[in-house]
C-alpha cells in the first residue's frame, strides 16, 4: 500500500533533532509522501530544506495564527519567495485559533493574517491548510468571503457534521488525525463517517495527536496505516480502497504528480 501523510511539522525542533531516524521510521513505514508544514518564517524555511534533502518530502509554507503577530508584509514577500521552491505545494498552516486566543484584539488580529494569506495562496496557484480551532464560524465566514481559487483543507477538522456541509458546497477537503481513533471522539467519528469519499484526507500533525495505541507518545507519519484502518472501519470499506481512494484525493488537491 501506498500511504502518505498530508500534514506533519517534521520541521519541529522535536522532530529535528533526529530527523533521519524520524524519516528511516516513516520509509518502514510504507510512506511515499509526507507534507511537512510551516507554522512561521522560520519553520517554513526548515520545511523547504527538507523538502530539498528528503525526496518524499513536500513542503506548505505559511504563518499560523499562534505567530499573527510575525506577519508583517515583508513575512508575506517572504514566504512568496520561498514557494518559488517547486517543493513548495501549498500555503499553510494559516487560520484561526481561539482556543489559544481569547483575547478579542489578539482574535481580531488574526483575520488579515489570514486573509492575506489566502490572497497569496491564489496567486501562486497553491490550495491552503487551514488550522481551525474553536473558530469554526468565523473560518467559515472568512472562506466563504474569500474562497480560495485552488481549494484547501481543513486540517484536524473539529467541527460539527452540519458545518462539513456548509465548507463542503465551498469545495474543500477534511483532514482527520489521531484523534478519530480515540473512543471519545464521537463528533470526528461522525465527520468521518458523513464525508464524501473525494474530500476525505489523512494526516498525522505529528510529533502532536498521536494515534491509538500510541497516545500521549511523540507522533510521527508511521502511525498513518493507524489512521487509515479507522477510517476504514468506520466507513465500512476496505482499507486498500479507503487508501486508494485517499491517496487519489492527495494528489488531486495538491496536484502531486507522484
Ligand atoms: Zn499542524
Redesign the pocket.
Known sequence: MVYFDS???LNDEQMLVNIDEQIALLRQAGLTAALC?G?DLASSKRAVELANIYPEIYAAVGI?PDNAAECSKEAIEELRKLAQDPNVIAIG?IGLDYYWHKDPEERAAQKPVFVSQIKLADELGLPISV?ARDAVEDTYRILKENNPKFGGVL??YSGSVEMMREFLKLGLYFGFDGPITYKNAVTPKQCVRECPADRLLVET?SP?LSPTPFRGKPNNPKNIPYIVAEMARIRECDEALMNEQLWKNFKKMFRVKQ
Do not use: L
Open positions: 500534514h506533519c511539522h508544514i507554522y499560523h498552516e488550522h486540517h484536524c500533525d502532536y
